[in-house]
């Protein structure tokens, strides 16, 4: 991913969606807000005990350098599910129960909130269609980049090979711990998955980011297409925000994607 600092506001891009100029795209980090105390400082966590004037104002200094306004955005709702809203109208305002949003709508952003799941980046570079997933390990268990996937090709006629995807920063497989739960309901679905765990005592440290690549080439897109941030939330917990390093003493961080 490609570090960017614009007016003080740091954030971070994959090289392969900076290479088409229909889009426009970012996850934000801790950098760069207005917030102070473990909110600071860019904290754009709607429901927190930071002042709502802090956070307005953050969401305000983030949008303005993809030329946003607050009323130009749908936010997401975490519901940990794998519904996708198709948005088809501006106005929309039924968006909850969806962890994804997908549309074809010009200088209109997509929004979902983030603080260790994984944010998932999609673009049809031929077709011009954006959508935005929040993909913690049930929403990967369900299996939310495949509904995406088939949003792109029943709503919009897209085609696999034209599908991008930015696999964005979450908490990795090196600080991922997780139980047997989680580890049982993916094997319960394939073997294959075995190899995105690795026990450790009676826990297993888990790689979402490779299992959600795993899901969405075994969907049909390309693997070079796939593009996988390195970032570790929880080993880099300076920049962003984690709840497993932090708690409930965080703020979140957004990933936002927008049609030009």
């Known amino acids: ?3 960017r600092i614009v007016n003080n506001v740091e954030y971070l891009t994959f090289k392969n969606f900076n290479k088409h100029r229909f889009l426009k795209h970012g996850f934000s980090t801790r950098h760069g807000g207005v917030s102070e105390g473990y909110f600071s400082s860019m904290n754009l966590r709607l ?3 930071d002042s709502k004037e802090n956070v307005k104002r953050n969401f305000e200094i983030f949008l303005d350098i993809f030329d ?3 009323d130009n955005a749908m936010f997401s709702d975490q519901v940990h599910d794998n519904k996708i809203l198709v948005v088809t109208n501006k106005n929309e305002i039924n968006c909850s129960d969806f962890d994804g949003l997908i549309t074809d709508l010009s200088d209109f ?3 979902t909130f983030h603080a260790d799941c994984v944010p998932v980046f999609f673009a049809d ?4 269609v954006i959508g935005v ?3 913690g390990w049930k929403g990967t268990s369900l299996n939310i980049s495949f509904e995406m996937i088939s949003k792109f090709k029943n709503v919009y006629n897209s085609e696999l090979k034209d599908i991008i995807v930015g696999i964005g920063p979450s908490i990795g497989g090196c600080c991922y711990e997780v139980g047997k739960e989680v580890y049982d309901e993916f094997i319960l679905k394939s073997d294959l998955y075995n190899e995105f765990f690795e026990k450790k005592n009676e826990k297993y440290m888990f790689d979402l980011k490779r299992t959600i690549e795993f899901d969405l080439i075994r969907a049909g897109i390309k693997k070079e297409n796939i593009e996988i941030s390195n970032y570790c939330t929880k080993c880099d917990s300076d920049l962003f925000f984690s709840h497993r390093a932090h708690g409930l003493k965080r703020g979140s961080m957004v990933a936002l994607i927008v049609k030009q």
């Open 47 to 49: 429901e927190s005990s």
């Open 1 to 3: 991913m490609k570090k």
């Open 133 to 135: 997933a929040h993909s």
């Open 109 to 111: 952003g997509l929004i």
């Open 68 to 70: 946003l306004k607050r």
């Open 125 to 128: 570079v031929k077709k011009k």
